[in-house]
């Protein structure tokens, strides 16, 4: 237990239930919390001997209000290594480049799945912090439900987004299975966006974050009285998402009771709440994601087999990144692209060098971990272009191999794009534009060695520079 009496967490928030919640989980996992209901009890606390132990900081925006980030700014300058995670009820990614500035270590939007919490907790306090740096950041920048907006050229990944595409105009029910962070949420927002019921309401629900317990009433709803605590009767999802679509996020941490129960419901088409006499017809068009193979599942006895085969009358799978490795450097310009767009940020170019070591990375959680270390780089960069620098934690986990060593001057050029920022391939005349300007430079203007590094006749140099209107002092 010793090490656990080290691990000391501090809770800054005013609101009772969340702080019981709060230090309840963090409990199970090893920690002791101590509350200070305001910023004057905390920067005063860190200066006791208590304050001395601590491990790590969790800050409830509300708690200071505006003066959050200046909260974080003087708790950093009195413990610098002292990581602190802020929770806030808002969305707004300006208020996250800011809180990212004054030092936090992550931050986490309202409601806060209890997995998450720890794991941003664990994350920001463990030995592995370097590659735990690259954790997902996704409440930063809210994805667009179109199928435009799924990157990549990889053979795996168009194959599931063709069969996402005609399976989207359907009324089946569609099982999306793939790793954490492939993406499949948001290829459940474009189905949706693209299917007959788009001006119906999306229901989504993620299982993995709902008591087991309560799971049955969730998706079923139930009549007053039905058991200890049901004080109201309750609308289940559904029969809220009657005529629309209800999409079963992580269907696979489903109990076995709920599946029979979900079984059932799918062919007979009803819905009957807990405690009631009686059915409701539904039409409900259902998407399920899994991060698990349900017929891996179902062959251990974990899933209903039927249930696996009624979810996925249409299955798609989506590729992890490091089985598209290639899609990298479209799905980085994209990115960039718009995190470009956000309050207090500004788009960035990226060097070949930095390319070079992001594709190096295996990226465990996929492309969501992908769009956070550069929503994280694009934070603190104060160039015009992302190098290998700007990614420590990566070069920390790879090493300085030859293909991502900063500062290398060939490696870290600006180099030639050949996306643009949607992740389309710029046209051929473009790209020849940019070869021949690269060349002009760096060969310093010497067009008879330009020519010859270019394979090509100095007349014909000299026509393509006039075609392309480009001034060979370029």
Known sequence: MAEYEQRLLMLIDDEPAQSRLISALAAREGWRTVTAQDAETAIAML?????????????????????????????????????????????????????????ASDYLVKPVAPERLMHALRSATTREAARDELAPLTEKMPSRPDFESMIGAAPNFRKALAVAAKAARGQHPVLIEGESGTGKEMLVRAMHAASSRAKM????????????????????????????????????????????????DEVDCLPMSVQERLLESIRRGDVRPIGARHSFRVDVRLISSSNLPLADLAATGNFLPELAEALGHTKVTLPPL?????????????????????????????????????????????????????????????????????????????????????????????????????????????????????????????????????????????????????????
């Open 47 to 103: 200066g006791t001997r208590q304050g001395m132990q601590l491990s790590a900081i969790i800050l409830d925006q509300w708690v200071p209000g505006d003066d959050a980030c200046a909260l974080i700014s003087e708790l950093k300058s009195r413990r610098p290594a002292l990581p602190i995670l802020m929770i806030t009820a808002s969305t707004s990614p300006l208020l996250a480049v800011e809180a990212m500035r004054a030092g």
């Open 322 to 474: 490091r089985e598209r490795s290639g899609d990298i450097p479209a799905l980085t310009r994209y990115f960039l692209a718009r995190i470009g767009e956000q309050p207090g940020l500004r788009e960035l170019g990226i060097t070949d060098g930095a390319l070079s070591l992001l594709a190096a990375y295996d990226w465990p959680e996929n492309v969501r971990q992908l769009q956070a270390a550069l929503f994280r780089a694009s934070v603190f960069c104060d160039g015009d272009a992302l190098t290998s620098a700007d990614f420590p934690q990566l070069l920390a986990i790879l090493g300085p191999g030859p293909s991502n060593v900063a500062g290398n001057p060939l490696q870290e050029s600006a180099g030639v794009m050949l996306y643009t920022p949607d992740g389309n391939l710029r046209r051929l005349e473009d790209i020849e534009a940019d070869v021949i300007r690269l060349a002009i430079g760096l060969y310093r203007g010497r067009m008879t060695e330009v020519a010859r590094r270019l394979g090509i006749g100095r007349s014909t140099l000299y026509r393509k520079l006039a075609d392309l209107g480009i001034d060979n002092a370029a």
């Open 201 to 248: 309401p999306l229901r989504l629900i993620n299982i993995s974050g709902i008591p087991a317990n309560s799971i049955e009433s969730v998706l079923f709803g139930h009549e007053k009285g039905a058991f200890p605590g049901a004080f109201e009767r309750q609308v289940g999802a559904l029969q809220h998402a009657d005529g629309a679509t209800l999409a079963l």
